[in-house]
Each structure stands twice: as C-alpha cells, then as structure tokens.
C-alpha cells in the first residue's frame, strides 16, 4: 500500500503543472472580444493589403445618400477603417478602435461573457449607425467601429458597478475616461472625418445595452 500510495502522489505531482496551466487559462475571459479585434483587423488587411486583396468594400460602408443605402449597412461598417495611406486620421482609425474594442471589450466580456460583450459590440454599433443614417444627409459615408466602441466605454463603467471596493475603483477609472470621451464630443468642435452624431449615440446605446444584458444574467 505505502508504495501505492507513493505513486499516486507522484502522479498528481507531475498533473499539478497542467492543471495550474488549464486553470491559468479558463481565467481569461476575452475569446469574443479577440475574435472581434480579429474581424476588423481582417476586414481591414482584405481591403488595403494588396497581398490578401486590396479590394475596398464600398458597398459594406454606411452610405448616407438613399440611393446607394443598404440595410446591411448597419452592421458592415462597423468593421470597416480607413486606408493608412491617405491621411494622418486614417492612420490612427483602426488602432484607436481596436485598443479602445479590446480595453474595453475585455472588461464587459469579463463581468457579462462573450454573449455580453459581442451583444453590446454589435447593438451598440447598429444604433449609432441607424442615428447617423437618420441624422446625417448627404452624398458621404460613414465606416468605423468607434460608435459601437463608444458603447462600450460606457457599458464596461457600468458592468463594474458592484459592492466590492476594486470593483468601484475599476468603474471609476473606466468611467471617468467614458465621460472624458463623450463630453469631448458635446464640447468639443467639430473634426473632419469624425462622427459625432455616432459616437454619441453610441454612448447612449452602452447605457442600453448594459441593463439590456444584465437583466438577461438576472433571468436566467
């Protein structure tokens, strides 16, 4: 028996390493919010890497003029950022959304799970797209993720809403910097190629989807 007993200890010796290891890894809790960076980013490399494309995807952007708008719109240009070639906006289009998506992403991924935060992504985005289409008129279109990143600047302050004091001091930070953002927009002066009638709306779509998602976790 004592060296049954020696074996057995032996063999959850050499388990522990692997189990300390699968543990380390179901505590990361940002699959959907990578999936998602990994989408835009894909987007992106078809339309302006000639080596995977080059191809621009007009038709996916949010075109405000009635005769070229397609309902699928909506949700395409969310995943769609301008040409890092053409001007110093464009340049930091996609890696401001995509820090801002992953950043912020990952904290309502962590409270809400990937229905969460992919729910808030793409509800968010959709509202701030159909707010500027209803909005905005004239012979120009919209792309970029920022709307739907909007929503989640706010969405993320209020998943960390709980009685727990690193909780509150995480919704703080997180907070201040949404209403840095969004008071940004109501104040400050318009920017060429911004659009702030979807950033705001966005914000307002974060707040949504937010109870949205929390009274889903509460009924279920």
Not at 13 to 29: F, I, L, M, T, V
């Amino acid at each position: 028996r004592g060296r049954a007993d020696v074996e057995a200890k032996a063999a959850e010796a050499k388990a522990a390493p692997a189990q300390g290891a699968d543990a380390g890894e179901g505590r990361r809790r940002d699959t959907a919010t990578c999936l998602l960076v990994l989408l835009n980013v894909a987007v992106f490399v078809y339309e302006w890497l000639p080596a995977f494309g080059g191809h621009a995807l007009y038709g996916w952007r949010l075109h405000h003029d009635g005769r070229r708008f397609r309902a699928a719109q909506l949700l395409t240009s969310m995943f769609c950022h301008g040409d890092y070639r053409n001007s110093r906006w464009a340049k930091r289009h996609l890696a401001s959304n995509l820090f801002g998506l992953y950043i912020f992403g990952r904290a309502v991924e962590e409270q809400s799970g990937s229905f969460g935060v992919v729910f808030a992504y793409v509800f968010c985005g959709l509202f701030a797209n159909l707010a500027s289409k209803l909005l905005l008129h004239g012979a120009y279109t919209s792309l970029g993720a920022s709307g739907a990143v909007f929503g989640l600047f706010v969405a993320a302050a209020l998943t960390k809403l709980a009685p727990d004091w690193r909780s509150l001091i995480e919704c703080g930070v997180l907070g201040q910097f949404a209403l840095s953002q969004v008071w940004g927009e109501l104040a400050g002066p318009s920017r060429a190629g911004v659009n702030k009638t979807a950033h705001l709306a966005g914000a307002v779509a974060g707040v949504v989807a937010w109870w949205l998602v929390r009274r889903r976790r509460t009924n279920t």
